[in-house]
């Protein structure tokens, strides 16, 4: 069994110094802790001694108010970055997980990634995670010291991992949890991108079109027609052209004022659920946004339940990570029901969010004790069902904008050609 030299505090604040025999670095703190000490630095033997003089000053004034991470200078900084993209804390995770599973310290393996990290947010916090638990905090505490960085899934899901000496197991698994739920945001990224795409393009077509175009058309109408009167769908072209024209400072007022009104309005608890179930309903959109709910929900919380956290916490967690208020619901209903020793399937299934195929699979892992990995073979499932949904709601698309972008533009040429067509016959005529 490694061997561990430690610099640790006892009640009275007097430092000693020791070895102790542990399986991991946490184990040995947690030795420590259980004897009455307050560790400072924890060093496997072989890897660097335990550090003195000026580095356990350090610790020792690290340590002086727990819990509160290190502060490095002072000052109001303004508009300052402090989140990290998922992608940069997914390559973080994976990186530190295959470092511990190397059998690597947790103190070392943060040094390691401190030192090769890019991102200036994610590199400042490595280093105050590594401050914090080279005084002695367990990594989950010194993940909580930064919510904008860890949400409470991943803390919770380290924490698990340190009470059952899997740490290394659960950030692999947590690393897995993030390379999956990216993937599938991407795909609905990808999905939704392109009529948003096509619909840009038709506006600022249109926008062209009846800005610039249609009042030379006007003009050449009047010289060549005078007062004879023009076809109504051209009429309503050069309407909508001067209205266009004359109101457009108040055209983009009013759209300003109502993304800001459906922002508010968004925001607001009773809001959120009435647009997240109109998202659900959305025709070709909808089916992709709820398989893709529920694959979060089921891998969700499978993964937290199989990492060993309680299954209330569990649930409470994943209904803050759900991301659609309509799915946040019904999981409020399930931790009741659990709450009150019932099965979370009644609940689920009274909500009419999840279809009968989640239900039935949910039954079955509660009734055979297998429900964490019945959760994680339904958020698969579901995975191959966002790609199918991806993969048809791309390929009816295509032809829809299409359609849609020529409708557009063909209607306001052919109110142009109209007229043209009688200038044509009134110059035969002559």
Known sequence: MPKFNYVALDSRGTESTGVVEAASSN??????????????????????????????????????????????????????????????????????????????PLLRGLTVLAKQEKDL???????????????GNTFSESLAQHPKIFNKLYINMVKAGELGGVLELVLNRLAE?????????????????????????????????????????EAIFKDMLGNKPLPDITQIVIGISKGIQEHFFGIIGTVVGLVIAYQLFARSNAGRVILDRIKLKIPLMGDLLRKSA??????????????????????????????????????????DA???????????????VFPPLVISMIDVGEETG?????????????????????????AMLEPLMIVFLALVVGSIVIALFMPLISIIQQMQSQ
């Open 177 to 217: 949890f993030q390379e999956k739920a990216q993937k599938i945001a991407n795909k609905v990224k990808s999905a939704m991108a392109y009529p948003m795409i096509v619909l840009v393009i038709a506006i600022l077509i249109m926008w062209f079109l009846l800005v610039f175009i249609v009042p030379k058309f």
């Open 294 to 335: 529920i694959s979060r929900f089921t891998r969700t919380l499978g993964t937290l339940v199989e990492s060993g956290v309680p299954i209330l916490q569990a649930l409470n967690i994943t209904k803050d990570t759900s991301g659609n208020a309509v799915i946040a619901d019904a999981i409020l209903k399930v931790h």
């Open 338 to 352: 659990v709450k009150e020793g019932e099965s979370i399937v009644a609940p689920l299934e009274s909500s009419g």
């Open 27 to 104: 184990e040995a703190i947690g030795q420590l802790r259980q004897a009455g000490f307050f560790p400072t630095s924890v060093v496997e033997e072989g890897k660097g001694g335990a550090r003195k003089s000026a580095a356990s000053k350090k610790a020792t004034k690290t340590m002086a108010a727990p819990g509160t991470p290190a502060k490095k200078g002072s000052g109001i900084e303004l508009f300052k970055k402090s989140t990290v993209k998922s992608k940069t804390l997914m390559i973080f995770t994976r990186q530190l997980a295959t470092l511990i599973d190397a059998g690597l």
């Open 121 to 135: 947010v994610l590199k400042k916090t490595i280093n105050m995670l590594a401050d914090s638990v080279q005084g």
């Open 370 to 394: 297998q429900l964490p990995a019945m959760l994680l073979k339904v958020a698969d499932v579901f995975d191959d069902e966002v790609d199918n949904a991806v993969a048809g709601l791309t």
